[in-house]
């Protein structure tokens, strides 16, 4: 398979897989991440990076593994729709997987492909970030894992929970708002509906622009009922 | 019994032996590493180490925890011991992340010949000012082996 291009299709339950560098260090690639296999050696398959975050680098995996998570399908070109529009505010939402903790929610309803489902624009108040504010925005491809701890508790509550680690960040401001799981936001997209979040996930990490920096367009539309 | 049978598990050994790498990474403990490096300061309690699947691999994962009070020093303290990036607040919580996507994204611990990862996150709170560091319960630190 050398020379060949490949794309990451299968990917660990946190959402990602990763390559080591030269001096040993995973660098983590999310689904659809574009590489060119260069050589199996000694049992471990060397591949250079195409597009992502990690565009340029040679990393090298386990063969086996590189067998079972690299494939032939590529994502599709273009950017997937990403509609929010804003809801009721719920003061003292009961979080069950948050241990029945009372939390202030802004919610608003998500649809991405045929998916539906229900989003918190914003948790917290009176600090730094407020509901996001009507209007279009581009969806950057992920980042990077995000540590487990913020999010593998809610698997104790919805057991089909994956790819919880894979975040997309939202193009405003200084790019720590993302759509992501959970029931805390802050400012972000917050989804709510966990069982959902595997088809979201993947209906955003399946597309891809042009220079394969971004997967979606999101819309929001509609006022919060509490903005601040 | 014949020597014969011995062949297929010879042939194991040898196999092993042959494989770059592989004696040492054939059974790594899971254990306290940051005390096995020498250097677990008192403020970083060690909870426990487990074996568990990280970005698609098996790994070896010791976890620490440590006071939000005493979280600052721990947090520059493994900075200039393993160049772990400085914690950033993303919605929302506190977690270790690169300063670009080029960046290494955790800090980096060579111990026995491997490299161990190091990260610490705060895990999900509403607390988004550093200031209020101490009002967080406690934040956890993480040392990774990868073995494969």
Redesign the interface.
């Known amino acids: 398979m050398a020379g060949q291009i490949r794309y990451i299709n299968?990917?660990?339950?946190?959402g990602?897989?990763?390559g080591?560098d030269a001096?040993?260090?995973?660098?983590?690639l999310c689904k659809y991440t574009k590489v060119e296999v260069r050589e199996t050696r000694?049992?471990r398959t060397q591949f250079q990076v195409l597009d992502g975050?990690?565009k340029g680098a040679v990393l090298d995996?386990?063969a086996h593994?590189a067998t079972?998570?690299f494939g032939a399908t590529p994502p599709q070109q273009g950017l997937a729709a990403l509609r929010v529009k804003y809801g009721h505010y719920q003061a003292g939402w009961v979080s069950v997987a948050r241990h029945n903790q009372l939390l202030d929610q802004q919610f608003a309803e998500l649809q991405v492909a045929d998916v539906q489902a229900t989003v918190t624009m914003n948790?917290?108040w009176g600090?730094?970030?407020t509901p996001l504010p009507a209007g279009s925005y581009k969806v950057f491809a992920p980042?990077?894992?995000?540590?487990r701890?913020?999010?593998a508790f809610y698997r104790n509550f919805e057991s089909t929970l994956s790819s919880d680690q894979l975040?997309f960040p939202i193009d405003v401001g200084n790019r720590?708002?993302?759509v992501?799981v959970?029931n805390?936001?802050?400012?972000?997209v917050?989804v709510a509906s966990l069982d959902k979040w595997a088809r979201i996930c993947e209906a955003l990490v399946s597309h891809r622009s042009t220079d394969g920096r971004y997967v979606a367009t999101l819309t929001v539309t509609g006022a919060p009922e509490r903005s601040r | 019994m014949s020597g014969s049978r011995w062949l297929p598990l010879a042939a194991f050994a040898l196999a092993l032996w042959a494989?770059?790498g592989r004696p040492q990474d054939a059974a790594p403990a899971c254990g306290d590493f940051l005390a096995k490096a020498a250097w677990r300061p008192a403020t970083l309690q060690f909870v426990d180490c487990e074996k568990l699947?990280?970005?698609?691999?098996p790994a070896l994962r010791a976890h620490y925890r440590t006071s939000g009070a005493d979280a600052a020093a721990v947090e520059a303290l493994l900075s200039a011991r393993t160049h772990m990036p400085p914690l950033?607040?993303?919605?929302?919580?506190w977690?270790?992340?690169?300063a670009s996507?080029?960046s290494?994204?955790?800090g980096?611990l060579a111990l026995d010949g491997?490299?161990y990862?190091v990260?610490m996150?705060?895990?999900?709170t509403?607390v988004?000012a550093r200031a209020q560091w101490p009002t967080i319960e406690e934040f956890?630190v993480y040392v990774t082996r990868?073995l494969?």
């Open positions: 299968e990917v660990g339950s946190d990602w897989v990763a080591a001096s040993g260090v995973r660098i983590p000694n049992h975050p990690r995996m386990d593994q079972r998570y948790t917290v600090r730094e970030f980042d990077g894992p995000h540590d701890n913020m999010t975040w720590s708002r993302y992501h959970g805390v936001s802050e400012g972000c917050t | 494989t770059p699947e990280i970005y698609g691999a950033r607040f993303n919605c929302c919580g977690e270790t992340a690169p996507p080029k290494p994204p955790a980096r491997a490299i990862e990260s996150t705060s895990g999900e509403p988004n956890q990868f494969e």
